[in-house]
């Protein structure tokens, strides 16, 4: 069975950087358009990020110039680099196909202080 597995949260300060990665068991992300959503609390899942399997990347206005997200389609994993951290980026990251979404993990948090 196809699971979504998201790693790399945690607290940091404003200013500071987290890269989160997203390992895909059951089946290989090689093939299709991959995401990294967020979700603050009280607000609606966003897409922040997105990569084509040919490396092709699109941002959020809100996350350009900040965020960065690559693949590696032989390990069947995304990564999400973030770099200058808001405390509005405050929240529950998650992957999945941007296409024909799977099931959705359990996410990881993070958290940006001021």
């Known amino acids: 069975q196809v699971q979504l597995v998201e790693s790399g949260g945690g607290l940091v300060q404003a200013g500071g950087s987290l890269r989160l990665s997203c390992a895909a068991s059951?089946?290989?992300?090689?093939?299709?358009?991959m995401g990294w959503y967020r979700q603050a609390p009280g607000k609606q899942r966003e897409l922040v990020a997105s990569i084509t399997s040919g490396g092709t990347t699109s941002y959020a206005e809100s996350v350009k110039g900040r965020f960065t997200i690559s693949r590696d389609n032989a390990k069947n994993t995304v990564y999400l680099q973030m770099n200058s951290l808001k405390p509005e980026d405050t929240a529950v990251y998650y992957c999945n196909r941007v296409l024909l979404t799977l099931s959705w993990g359990q996410g990881t948090q993070v958290t940006v202080s001021s």
């Open positions: 059951g089946t290989t992300a090689g093939s299709h358009v």
